[in-house]
């Protein structure tokens, strides 16, 4: 039957006006490592939470794949090992959070997922990667202090997916353009996605999504914020990719690399202060607080 159905899949395939979607089917090996290159590991993450606020919310699915790969070629190697508990939050999971990731309470009544696993996994490892890791660093930061010393790398943010092609980053998108689809939402599941997505050949740069990853990673990275800025100029601050900061009351843009740090503050100088005397402020993002809730070190430049 399976054969019946996978005839039926290429025939289909085939056709201009259709197209296959298969169901992903986590694998542990991709490819061999090369005579004479290192292995480093990685660790893929993703979380499930009750909600969006850190000070109210809690962690109740926390998925890891631990993984080998190539830094030389960004090539993914092998899955070394699966992780996937739950932990009960002390209080009722929000229906609305339930639609989504459809965790409920029986799940995880009396459930508490294990420290000293946790701890173990992140031994060794190179690097974390998570999809949108601006939400997942901050929660598991909280509950498991021994990530804040990890470098960590977004798959959402530190790829311009755009750029590459695609409509969107979304996982679930991404995993679409690989004529896949999978169970989303639910931790394990999502890790098992994004290393898929992680281990195909981009089709501009024509190098693997975590070689650009790992690239990006080794990059320095500043956030610039323009104090001070003239309210005139905020239209193309805006357009420039700057966004704003109500608690700060400022716009800033981080940028990755020397030549594009002096590059915007040009810009900066002639377009937002016409030239004149003034100041901005630079925040250092290495890779030890990206996507924290934690400060870099900050100076003030003169332009």
């Known amino acids: 039957m399976n054969a019946d159905l ?38 893929i993450l993703d979380t499930e939470t ?5 000070e109210n919310d809690r962690v109740i699915e926390l998925g890891m794949l631990l993984f080998e790969f190539d830094p030389q070629d960004g090539r993914v190697l092998r899955v070394l090992e699966a992780f996937d508990q739950l932990e009960d939050p002390g209080f009722p999971i929000p229906p609305a959070s339930t639609e989504i990731h459809h965790i409920t309470d029986d799940m995880v009544r009396g459930q508490r997922i294990d420290d000293a696993q946790v701890q173990r996994l992140t031994q060794g490892v190179e690097v974390v990667i998570a999809h949108n890791a601006g939400f997942d660093r901050p929660f598991v930061e909280q509950r498991w202090p021994v990530f804040q010393n990890l470098r960590w790398a977004c798959s959402l943010k530190d ?14 998108y ?12 639910r931790a394990e599941a999502d890790c098992w ?7 195909g050949v981009l089709p501009q740069s024509q190098q693997t999504a975590l070689l650009t990853l790992l690239e990006k990673l080794n990059q320095s990275q500043l956030k610039i914020y323009a104090i001070g800025s003239p309210f005139e100029t905020k239209d193309k601050l805006k357009t420039r990719g700057y966004r704003w900061s109500g608690d700060l009351r400022c716009w800033s843009r ?4 020397e030549r594009e740090y002096q590059d915007e503050l040009a810009w900066l100088r002639h377009h937002v202060y016409a030239d004149r005397k003034a100041r901005v402020e630079v925040e250092q993002l290495g890779a030890q607080v990206r996507h924290s809730n934690r400060e870099g070190h900050k100076e003030v430049v003169t332009l």
């Open 174 to 185: 991404l995993l679409y353009t690989q004529g896949l689809f999978h169970e989303a939402h």
């Open 6 to 43: 996978e005839s039926l899949a290429r025939q289909l395939e085939q056709h201009p006006d259709f197209r296959v979607l298969r169901r992903l089917q986590p694998r542990e090996q991709f490819a061999a490592p090369q005579p004479g290159h290192t292995t480093c590991r990685g660790l």
């Open 193 to 199: 996605a994004l290393l898929e997505i992680l281990s």
């Open 50 to 54: 009750t909600g969006f606020d850190l």
């Open 254 to 257: 981080i940028v990755s690399g």
């Open 159 to 172: 790829i311009d997916w755009r750029q590459e092609g695609f409509g969107s980053a979304k996982l679930d």
